[in-house]
């Protein structure tokens, strides 16, 4: 529940998760970082096994407006692509009142084999996103291909990162917690926190998306 966060806690971000098609399960890494961390919550989206793309992007859209404190969203798969079309259609000024997402393994809903529930979500949407961002992609992922993931990062203006060969991010992956999300997901939550130093910061989130482990803490230096 949004409300095991902190009254005193209103200006650290509220990490969202949007999983993808048919839900995440118990053992998917975004339900253990629900359960692990207080700041973490899911957005209930529903008609997990039939997805309407208008109603995920309410659903999104209806999380994001109840809030009083800024936004990190923390998607996989379709979910990342009902995240890219919320950006779109959404006119939120840069930065609030999402101040950064993390994509990992978007599903590429525009190849001719693509599932028909895949397909309603098309064409990707390619309008940069209003927010720092992460795209993560596995070099073997049966959803999207190396090359077509990082196309989408171009197009929204994230960052890109390879997973290296781990399917599709999930719990089939045998990866658990995911650590090395968790490391992602904390450059964002950096990156978002010096959009309040105005444009001129914008160099220093560039540069903390970009650089990895304890060397992120230090980017904010890099001018």
Known sequence: MVHDIHENDRHHPLVLTVPGLNGSGPSHWQSLWESARPDTVRVELGMWSQPHRNAWITKIDQAIRGLDRPVILVAHSLGCLAVAWWAELSGQPYGWPVAGALLVAPADVDRADARDELKRFGPSPTTPLPFPSIVVASDDDPWISPDRARSLAASWGSHFESAGPIGHINAASGIGWWQEGQQL???????????SGGVESLRDVRAILAVSGTDAAHAHYLR
């Open 185 to 195: 997901l904390e450059r964002v939550i950096r990156a978002s926190g010096r959009l």
